[in-house]
């Protein structure tokens, strides 16, 4: 603490306001949190310049609405074997050429009914893969499967001309897809049951090149035009020194400062009773390689992540690799999965932070067991 | 990738049980003896509350709907008057085809039953297809739905119709030599109070032998109605076996802990994520004035202000006065007193800070404890 004794010919110190910056010793030792980082490209040369006529470069946009029905022998069609349910996607890579800034996502949709093609009227908003931060830029996106346009709405910052009073932007632009069309896939022998078919019907509308040789769109980039709707000067603070959204979801904050808790939930299938997550043939034993584990799994230090899925992530495995009981299991003993952890299947990892999980099943005893692993690195990006 | 990745591994285990349709051994001790080794904290009552049991949705009787929807409603779980049903099967319509005699595509069976719980009075039809070969040692279980309605996800999975094969390899023998079987399930909400858990009802039906038969011509792609309807057996009442008792005893119960007295106030704001990002304190009016050259330290005056960012916590650090006794083991340390500023609001984080004072490097340690944790209250 830097003192200045001058009064009193130097007998009298005093200090101005200083700031001591802490360590933390409990619950995460010596972890010294770094600052919130500021927005990307909120310094970059021109970016207050560029800003007041805003474009972006859109070098991947992709809508699919594909539904799916499952039909065994002789298929009269959807009337016999209806379509199930419409899963709907829409991947987008965008750069906003004033803060050069990349911004790339995949947005899973609510599944709708498959007759019920409505238009996608919320705003969606686009979160990167990676590293959440507090102050990140924006990004909200509507596509309308009718007009096929797409709608952005992107909110940036820039600091590049004079730092002590960065800028708040807030553009819009709409974009038109520039081909739209539907494809149909048929699969056979996919399924379960013999001699049966998969159907997979696609609307989709995509912006890039289209191919006539190969009837595909290649993407492409397509820079559009938008404009400014709202400019904020913000508190010289706000992008270097900022305290914590309380809204903005951490991984760090949530895992260690409050306490886990893990949801399962069977996955639905038609094939098992509902709310079963292990299913094995009659007359087989359970630990047949046929029967089969399945279940979402949702970590609260990681259910809050936005544009993560809502059910957490789905883990799934066969029986014969599962550990079966071990009488006299001991809880200061690792055992472990029987084979080796790359056995069990992970049919989806939707984000970094997961880094294993393992599970021993016992259907007699009806006992589980998961081990779960996970990393934050939302506050201290060089000690995750 | 050169960084070292600090992981949170937790391990979790508990003991339940599955509904499933088998018998299942006498379980050692109750189900929901949660046993958690090691890691993170346990499971929270709250996230066991909230353990979703593939519950399904109550359809409210909409107007002019059916008699038989409103029936469909009695369960259980909020009906008094559900009664253990009692089931009939009728009207059959069962035809096999043939198709290709080349053996490419296989023979398949459809057929259709109406299903009739007369004690709870309501009728469902179960309709399907198996199809020849069928796949080794399976049962083959069939959804049942209102005659009148859809068959979606109301009710897809809550009543099933089960064909078992006489043997294995005896496909074409099913329609002489196998048995029917018949499994219900109702799903409840969960209660608030103390029962705050779904339930689930089960019924397995005794087994009818199904002693149809169907005619023996192949023609290819051709299809023949079978005859069921005569079979003895076919319209007599399936005895359900009412699995009441034993199948509450295999619902989850949520464990239930003492309710915690709390004396502290609960925080006004939650300070975990500030804490994690800026445990950092801001020092005002700080004020030196050292010991006159051969005076003991303990004219020595220091005091200052400070104020957690975190919890936004503030005290006022002294040394002087009364408060004037160093370190014996180093009589250059002078260890300040901290106290809340008068008047100050209770704080909830329960802040107590510290702080020493090295006079000859002149060199300032600052320490607090504090307490984090949601404004309801509920964990810190």
């Given at each position: 603490m830097p003192l200045f004794c001058i009064e009193d010919s130097g007998h009298v110190c005093k200090a101005n306001r200083h700031t001591v910056k802490g360590v933390l010793q409990a619950p995460v030792s010596y972890f010294t949190p770094a600052a919130i980082p500021p927005p990307p490209g909120s310094n970059r040369s021109g970016c207050t310049a560029s800003s007041t006529l805003p474009h972006w470069v859109v070098s991947d946009f992709r809508f699919e609405e594909t539904r799916h029905r499952t039909a065994t022998g002789s298929d009269p069609g959807p009337s016999r074997y209806p379509f199930g349910r419409a899963s709907r996607t829409i991947t987008l890579s965008l750069r906003n050429?004033?803060?050069?800034h990349l911004q790339s996502c995949t947005i899973t949709l609510p599944d709708t009914d498959p007759n019920n093609s409505l238009p996608v009227t919320q705003w969606l908003r686009c979160f990167p893969n990676t590293g959440i931060a507090q102050r990140y830029i924006a990004t909200h996106i509507q596509f309308n499967t009718t007009s096929a346009n797409l709608r952005l709405n992107q909110t940036w910052y820039c600091a590049d001309t004079s730092p002590d009073r960065p800028l708040l932007f807030n553009g819009i632009a709409t974009i038109k897809a520039s081909f739209c069309g539907e494809s149909n896939t048929t699969i056979t022998n996919a399924c379960p049951a013999y001699n049966c078919r998969d159907y997979f019907s696609t609307r989709w509308c995509a912006i890039g090149t289209y191919s006539a040789r190969t009837g595909q769109v290649t993407p492409a980039n397509k820079t559009f035009a938008g404009e400014v709707i709202h400019t904020e000067i913000l508190p010289s603070n706000a992008l270097t020194d900022p305290d914590p959204d309380p809204n903005e979801w951490s991984c760090m904050a949530d895992s260690i400062g409050r306490p886990v808790t893990w949801r399962f939930t069977a996955a639905p299938s038609f094939y098992a009773q509902p709310g079963a997550f292990f299913t094995t043939s009659p007359g087989y034993d359970v630990d047949d390689p046929r029967s089969t584990f399945s279940v979402y799994l949702e970590n609260s230090g990681l259910a809050r992540r936005p544009g993560g899925p809502k059910g957490g992530f789905e883990v799934g495995a066969l029986a014969e690799r599962m550990t079966p009981y071990a009488p006299g299991w001991k809880p200061g003993f690792k055992y472990g999965l029987e084979s080796s952890p790359n056995d069990i299947e992970v049919r989806r990892r939707p984000f970094r932070n997961v880094v294993d999980w393992g599970l021993r099943f016992d259907a007699e005893r009806g006992y589980l067991e998961v081990e779960h692993s996970w990393y934050c690195d939302d506050k201290a990006p060089g000690k995750p | 990738m050169g960084l070292t990745m600090i992981v949170w591994t937790v391990l979790l285990s508990w003991g339940f049980e599955i509904a499933s349709c088998q018998e299942k051994p006498t379980r050692p001790k109750d189900v929901w003896d949660v046993e958690v080794w090691g890691g993170l904290p346990s499971l929270s009552p709250d996230a066991i509350e909230s353990f979703s049991w593939q519950q399904k949705p109550i359809i409210a009787p909409g107007p002019g709907t059916a008699s038989g929807m409103a029936a469909l409603l009695r369960n259980p779980c909020t009906d008094a008057e559900f009664l253990p049903p009692l089931y009939e099967l009728s009207s059959w319509n069962v035809s096999k085809t043939y198709l290709n005699a080349s053996g490419e595509l296989p023979t398949y069976y459809t057929f259709s039953v109406t299903l009739q719980d007369t004690a709870n009075s309501y009728s469902l039809r179960c309709s399907g297809e198996f199809r020849v070969p069928f796949p080794p040692n399976q049962d083959l279980k069939t959804p049942c739905a209102p005659e009148d309605a859809f068959q979606d996800d109301r009710f897809q999975g809550n009543v099933w119709l089960i064909v078992r094969k006489p043997a294995p390899g005896a496909d074409d023998r099913w329609i002489r030599e196998g048995s029917l079987g018949l499994e219900h399930f109702w799903y409840c909400p969960p209660h608030q109070g103390e029962s705050a858990y779904p339930h689930v009802y089960r019924v397995i039906s005794g087994t009818s032998k199904f002693n149809g038969s169907c005619p023996s011509q192949q023609t290819p792609n051709t299809t023949y109605a079978c005859d069921v309807t005569t079979s003895p057996g076919m319209t007599s009442s399936l005895t359900p076996k009412w699995l009441r008792n034993q199948t509450e005893s295999l619902i989850p119960h949520p464990l239930t802990s003492p309710a915690e007295e709390r004396v502290d106030l609960p925080p006004t704001r939650d300070c975990t994520d500030m804490s994690l990002t800026y445990p950092d304190w801001v020092v005002d009016n700080a004020i030196y004035v050292p010991n006159l050259p051969k005076t003991s330290i303990n004219t020595t005056m220091l005091n200052f202000t400070i104020t957690s960012r975190a919890t936004g916590a503030q005290q006022f650090c002294s040394w002087g006065g009364n408060n004037t006794e160093v370190i014996r083991e180093n009589m250059d340390l002078m260890p300040l007193r901290c106290r809340p500023l008068p008047g100050a609001l209770e704080d909830p984080s329960q802040s107590s800070f510290g702080a020493g004072f090295w006079s000859k490097s002149r060199e300032l340690l600052v320490r607090q404890s504090w307490i984090c944790g949601n404004i309801g209250g509920t964990y810190s």
């Open positions: 050429t004033a803060n050069d | -």
